[in-house]
């Protein structure tokens, strides 16, 4: 089994057990089992949305590679949570990428996903 099968394993049951919870959660009763009050709807939506955008990153990496999935997927992230000035956000994305694949790929000479970029 290769290592992006593993990951992508790993990355199922982590949100596998994340809805495990929530689910466990949402059925707490206020002061029915301790102080825990339920999670609201709206308290949710950011959760959801960050764990979907992260699993769709980790699911596109074996194809996009790093170089292109990681700064659409900051930029969805900054979008999302109202930085909206392209200004800031396309550095700011090709900058985390760049550091991202300078300390992996050069300085500790991890091989990252290059995707179809590969070929």
């Given at each position: ?22 689910n ?12 825990r ?9 950011p ?10 990153y ?47 790929e ?5 091989p ?8």
């Amino acid at each position: 089994m290769d290592s992006v099968r593993i990951k992508e394993k790993m990355g199922f049951f982590m949100l596998y057990w994340i809805i495990l919870d929530f689910n466990r959660s949402m059925k707490i009763k206020s002061g029915a089992q301790g102080s825990r009050s339920p999670i609201h709807k709206e308290q949710l939506k950011p959760v959801l949305v960050f764990m979907g955008v992260g699993t769709i990153y980790i699911l596109s990496l074996s194809f996009l590679g790093v170089l292109i999935a990681t700064p659409l997927c900051l930029i969805v992230f900054f979008w999302y949570f109202d930085l909206r000035k392209w200004v800031w956000i396309l550095p700011l994305a090709a900058g985390i990428t760049a550091l991202i694949y300078i300390c992996f790929e050069k300085l500790m000479m991890v091989p990252l996903p290059k995707g179809f970029l590969e070929m």
